[in-house]
């Protein structure tokens, strides 16, 4: 027995599925608190000179990676998005490469003894999501 009386015929359809990837860009691009981006910054920087500590980094680095996914997930609850990623191509390129300069820190402590080369490189993770929440925001449209 067939539950769907009304099947929609291709136009509807297609109207349909183009209702939902608008309802899903608008998830996706809402502004997130302005607050967010500079904790998330800090918070990254931070992670990334864990690796300057050696063998003693690794509660630190579990600390601050569980406070960066709390603080997220909490903001992302508070905005009712807690899992989406923006559509912001620049965005995401900035977050790749905080990442880039956080795994280039861990291959640095595993490879040399030098700490400078970690803090410029946790510098340069911060600098790079702030300026990945700077993009993001006007991606979005929010005021400044």
Do not use: K
Not at 116 to 143: C, E, K, M, N, Q
């Amino acid at each position: 027995m067939e539950n769907n009386v009304h099947v929609p015929n291709p136009a509807e359809a297609r109207e349909a599925l183009a209702d939902i990837d608008t309802a899903q860009r608008a998830v996706r691009d809402t502004p997130w608190p302005t607050w967010l981006y500079p904790v998330n910054a800090l918070l990254l920087g931070a992670m990334t000179l864990t690796f300057a500590l050696g063998d003693d980094g690794f509660v630190p680095l579990l600390a601050t990676s569980a406070a960066l996914t709390a603080i997220n997930v909490l903001a992302g609850y508070r905005m009712g998005t807690p899992f989406t990623l923006p559509t912001s191509r620049a965005f995401l390129a900035l977050v790749g490469a905080t990442i880039a300069c956080l795994l280039s820190a861990f291959v640095v402590a595993e490879l040399t003894g030098r700490t400078w080369p970690i803090v410029v490189l946790a510098v340069a993770a911060a600098t790079f999501y702030l300026a990945g929440g700077v993009v993001h925001r006007r991606s979005t449209g929010a005021p400044r």
